[in-house]
C-alpha cells in the first residue's frame, strides 16, 4: 500500500476512535471552505482558458476536490452547515474576479502558498506537499501574463505613486506657508499638468530606449542569407555560435549540420528557414520583449495614472476645505491610496499585500511630511 493510502487508513482510524475537539473542528470546517474555493476558482479560470492551460486548471480543480473530500470524511455531520471562507478570502476572490484573470491568478497562487504555509499536524503530509505544487504551477500560469503587463503596469503604478506623492508634497508644502487656499488649489492644479505631461514625456523616452538597446541585441532577420556564400571549409559561421556560448566542438557540429541541411533540402525547403532559425532570426521575432511594453502605451499610463493620484490630494481644497483640515483630509485620502496601490502590487506579485501596502505609505508621507516641514519652516522665516 501506498504511502497516501496509509496515511488514508490511519485517518479514517482516528475518526472512528476519537472524536475531534471543537478546535479540530473549527480548523477543519475552515480547510473545507478553502478547498471548495479553490476549486471554484480554478474551474472558473478554467473557461477562461483553452487548450493545455485549461487542462491543468481542470487537474488543479480535482486535486482540491479530492481534498474536499478528505476534509468531508474527516468533519461527518459536522460538515454541515456549509461553512463559509474567511472574509478576506471571499473579499481577495471577489477582487480576483472584478479585476481580471491575472488578479485571479495572482490570488491563487497567494492561496496555495499560505495553505503550504499553514501549520496543521491534522493535514496529511501529502496534502501540504501538494499545496507546495499548486504554488509552483500557478506561479508557471501566472508568468507570462505577468510579463506581459509588466511593462505598462510598471508605469502605472509609478505614475499612480509619484502622483500621489509629488502633489500631496507640494500641496502640503505651500499650505504650509500660510497661502491662501484658492492658491493652493491652483498650486496643485498647475502640479498635476506639469508632473502628468512629464511623466509621459519621460516615460516614453524611457521605453523607447529601452526597446531600442534590447533591438540591439536581435539577430539581424538577413543574415542567413549571406551563409550560402560561405566557404564550408574555413567558415565564420561557428563563431557566431561561440559567441553566444557554445563550446569550439559544439559550434562546429551545430554549423555542419546547418550546412547539411542547407545542402539537401528536406521536404522542399530550401534550407533558408533551418538557418534563419539557428541565427535567431525569426520572422515573428517583435523585437524587444512584451515585458517592456510599447512606449505610447506606457506613456498614455503614466499620464493617465499620475493625473489619477496627483487628483486625489486636491479634493478637500475642492470641497471648499481650508486650513489643517485641509491638511489633514489630504493626508488621510492620500493614505487610503498608498495602502491601495501598494496591496495591489503584493497581490499581483503573489506575496501578501500588507507589508507592500505599509511600505508604500510610509514611503510617501515620509516625503511629503518632509516637504511639509520645510514649507513650515520656510513660511515661518518669512513672516
Known amino acids: 500500500m501506498s504511502a497516501r493510502g496509509n496515511e488514508a487508513v490511519s485517518a479514517d482510524q482516528q475518526i472512528n476512535t476519537q472524536e475531534p475537539t471543537r478546535a479540530q473542528i473549527k480548523r477543519w470546517r475552515k480547510h473545507l471552505a478553502e478547498e471548495r474555493m479553490e476549486a471554484r476558482t480554478y474551474r472558473d479560470l478554467s473557461e477562461r482558458r483553452t487548450g493545455e492551460e485549461r487542462a491543468v486548471l481542470l487537474q488543479l480543480e480535482e486535486a482540491e476536490r479530492r481534498h474536499e473530500e478528505y476534509w468531508l470524511a474527516r468533519l461527518g455531520d459536522h460538515a454541515l452547515p456549509a461553512p463559509k471562507p474567511p472574509l478576506r478570502t471571499r473579499a481577495a476572490s471577489v477582487l480576483a474576479h472584478l479585476f481580471g484573470t491575472i488578479f485571479i491568478l495572482a490570488m491563487a497562487q497567494r492561496a496555495e502558498q499560505r495553505s503550504a504555509r499553514d501549520v496543521d499536524d491534522d493535514v496529511p503530509a501529502h496534502m501540504q506537499a501538494d499545496e507546495y505544487i499548486h504554488a509552483e504551477v500557478i506561479r508557471s500560469l501566472a508568468a507570462k501574463s505577468r510579463e506581459t503587463l509588466a511593462g505598462t503596469f510598471r508605469a502605472a503604478v509609478f505614475g499612480a505613486n509619484d502622483g500621489l506623492v509629488s502633489n500631496l508634497a507640494l500641496v502640503l508644502g505651500v499650505a504650509a506657508t500660510g497661502m491662501d487656499p484658492h492658491a493652493v488649489l491652483l498650486t496643485g492644479i498647475s502640479g498635476l499638468l506639469a508632473g502628468a505631461l512629464s511623466m509621459a514625456a519621460g516615460e516614453w523616452v524611457s521605453v523607447r530606449s529601452q526597446r531600442e538597446l534590447l533591438d540591439a541585441s536581435i539577430p539581424d532577420q538577413d543574415a542567413h542569407q549571406a551563409v550560402p556564400d560561405l566557404d564550408v571549409d574555413a567558415n565564420e559561421l561557428a563563431l557566431v555560435f561561440r559567441a553566444r556560448g557554445e563550446s569550439e566542438e559544439e559550434a562546429e557540429r551545430h554549423a555542419k549540420q546547418v550546412f547539411a541541411r542547407l545542402a539537401k533540402p528536406a521536404n522542399g525547403d530550401s534550407g533558408a528557414i533551418a538557418v534563419r532559425a539557428a541565427l535567431g532570426g525569426s520572422p515573428e521575432s517583435d523585437g524587444a520583449g512584451d515585458q517592456v511594453g510599447t512606449p505610447m502605451k506606457a506613456a498614455l499610463s503614466s499620464f493617465c495614472f499620475f493625473a489619477v493620484g496627483a487628483f486625489f490630494p486636491l479634493i478637500p481644497y475642492l470641497l471648499g476645505m481650508t486650513g489643517l483640515a485641509a491638511i489633514i483630509a489630504a493626508a488621510a485620502i492620500v493614505g487610503v491610496a498608498l495602502l491601495f496601490t501598494g496591496g495591489v502590487v503584493g497581490i499581483l506579485s503573489g506575496q501578501s499585500p500588507a507589508p507592500r501596502a505599509l511600505r508604500q505609505l510610509v514611503v ?20
Do not use: Q
Open 364 to 383: 510617501g508621507y515620509g516625503a511629503a511630511g518632509v516637504t511639509y516641514l520645510l514649507g513650515w519652516l520656510f513660511g515661518t522665516s518669512i513672516a
